[in-house]
């Protein structure tokens, strides 16, 4: 898969996709936080402070927020996670919610849902550019199906059955 013009949009248009199709056909209420910014100058940009995650939800009942990222290399940088954002994911774990990323790697036109709190641990303990291959043999893959449908739903029932 190419990149779209803006870092992150493929991943993100396949998201609301899947969401719209997850609200008809009444499956999970997931809604997209718009991003705060604030034009400083011609054709560039600063972004303001960004308390929420990039989505929250609703499923059978349990509070969830999530990060969508997008690499193509072969690896994901810890850093791509902003400090606030990781703040947030913090709280909504100390607050019995579930809080995960779901990453898309172009160079593979892969997609995987991963836990955030087993993902911070492994960084803790590792470093914070994550190998491809860590991925494929520590998270879920999830499938784009036939309707544009990214459907991490399965995953999401995984984690409630942990709680």
Known sequence: MQPLNQQGMFLETILNLTHEKFKIDNECLV???????????AN?????????CDYIGNYQGYYF????????????????????QILKMNQIIQ????????IY????????????LF???WVETNQQHIPYEWFELNTQKIYLNS??????????????AKK
């Open 31 to 41: 809604i997209k936080i718009p991003t705060n910014w604030v034009i400083t100058k």
């Open 44 to 52: 560039d940009h600063s972004f303001l402070k960004h308390e929420a």
């Open 65 to 84: 927020e999530f990060e969508a990222k997008e690499t193509y290399k072969n690896f994901f940088d810890w850093k791509m996670i902003r400090k606030s």
């Open 95 to 102: 607050n019995q919610g579930i809080a995960f990323l779901i």
């Open 105 to 116: 790697f172009g160079e593979h036109d892969s997609f995987y849902f991963v836990d955030y």
């Open 119 to 121: 993902l911070k641990t």
């Open 147 to 160: 309707q544009l449908k990214l459907d991490y739903l399965n995953c999401l029932k995984m984690q409630i």
